[in-house]
């Protein structure tokens, strides 16, 4: 296994993870507090869901045919320049030209986003040895865990960020951290990583699997199901209902993404003390699982239960059944595509994920504004059926090693 470049990008991949957590939590504490509806903040995040769907379409031809190295880069250098973009911002502004700029550099760091994790995700196809599908499964989860962690981090240092030193500062100093790390990744990544060996086809974007295909649109409902009720309907609660103050909300999202995170990271040793060995299965199971706690949690809200126990109790079970599944699917995207086609597949699959939380984000903003918490909780419901019943028609993974899956080849541990 090629270590050396996997620490590279995940470094990577870790530092624009931080900067995207904060800047999330930046941008929607600052503008609820400057008297933005919920549907408006779902707005400002609407170009970098938009701009994240089209940035893994073509950023997964781009990777085939520049590397993962040239759309990494990419990435992390537009991040800076959305960083910036957003600390010009003037207060004076007139409403509809602050959410346009703010619209288009959100753009900006759906794309950065998108190339980013685009071009990690799929260099992890490549450093681990061919048919070592449990260690792929254990690398997967471990950068897909960290990162979600991280995330968390990001969130509570947004909210922090901006009570301590305000919203421009606060980006004017994630930009510069960025763009060190930026330098260390160049002078380090071989030219060439990721570079498809044959021609790639732009035609190749649309053209897919089955299993890849049902894959893709079970990640589309799965993602929306969190976002819709987690983007704007969930913080927008605690600070107006509950009375949370911008610490309190951005440390428990924090808090709740790092937990998260970890149960992504332990997935394949759960798994393991669970007897699973199909994840095909083990996502078939979790999805189902999952449509009941978004249903739990507005059935107890509207019986009047105590709303800060039972969103703090609700979340810790979403939490660790949904990280479960969606370290399932980044295995399962992996082993269902050969290494010469990884770019293109990843960001076709990334490609639902992005489109899952665009629906998901703006769904929030006007279901909580029209139905508040408890309707983007049922659309969560909804949306997580969907996904089951996706789910359930998918084949079982593919097993490179001539092995029944989830049995590591000898040596392998």
């Known amino acids: 296994m090629d270590l050396r470049n996997y620490i590279v990008v995940t470094a990577a991949y870790w530092g624009f993870t931080l ?16 008297g933005y509806s919920p549907l408006q903040i779902a707005w400002l995040f609407l170009f970098y869901e938009l701009f994240g769907v089209i940035t893994n379409l073509i950023g997964g031809w781009l990777g ?46 759906g794309i950065a986003k998108d190339l980013t994790k685009l071009s990690s995700k799929s260099a992890i196809r490549l450093v681990v040895p061919e048919g070592a599908d449990s260690l792929l499964f254990r690398w997967v989860a471990l950068l897909t865990g960290s990162k979600n962690a991280l995330k968390g981090v990001g969130f509570f240092l947004g909210g922090l960020l901006l009570a301590a030193v305000g919203f ?12 060190v790390l930026l330098v260390g990744a160049a002078l380090a990544l071989p030219r060439g990583m990721g570079r498809s060996k044959a021609k790639a086809r732009f035609s190749a974007l649309l053209s897919k699997s089955r299993a890849i295909n049902l894959l893709s649109a079970a990640r589309f409902f799965l993602f929306g199901s969190r976002d819709v009720w987690f983007v704007v309907g969930l913080p927008v609660f605690l600070y107006d209902r509950l009375g949370w103050g911008f610490a309190q909300v951005g440390g428990f999202l924090a808090l709740w993404v790092i937990g998260y995170g970890a149960v992504q990271a332990a997935a394949p040793a759960m798994l393991r003390a669970a007897g699973i060995s199909s994840r095909a299965l083990a996502t078939q199971l979790c999805t189902a699982v999952l449509a009941a706690v978004p ?21 810790a079970l979403f939490a660790w059944v949904f990280a479960l599944d969606s370290s399932l699917h980044s295995y399962l995207i992996l082993a269902f595509t050969e290494r010469d086609e990884v770019s293109l597949n990843v960001g076709f699959y990334y490609m639902a994920n992005a489109a899952g939380r665009l629906a998901g984000t703006v769904l929030s903003g006007w279901l909580y504004g029209v139905g508040g918490l408890a309707g983007c909780l049922w659309a969560a419901v909804a949306f997580v059926l969907a996904a089951a019943a996706l789910s359930l028609l998918l084949p079982p993974e593919p097993s490179r090693t001539g092995q029944p899956t989830g049995v590591a080849p000898a040596g392998e541990s």
């Open 168 to 179: 421009a500062p606060a980006l004017v100093a994630m930009a510069g951290a960025l763009a």
């Open 295 to 315: 249903a739990g949690i507005a059935l107890a809200l509207g019986a009047g239960w105590n709303p800060a126990a039972v969103l703090v109790g609700g979340l």
């Open 64 to 109: 085939a045919v520049l590397g993962l190295r040239a759309t990494l880069f990419g990435g992390l250098a537009l991040q800076v320049l959305a960083l910036l973009a957003l600390a010009a911002l003037q207060p004076a502004w007139v409403l509809w030209v602050s959410v346009a700029y703010v619209m288009a550099a959100q753009a900006l760091s």
């Open 19 to 34: 900067t995207d957590g904060a800047l999330r939590m930046l941008v929607l504490l600052h503008f609820h507090t400057l």
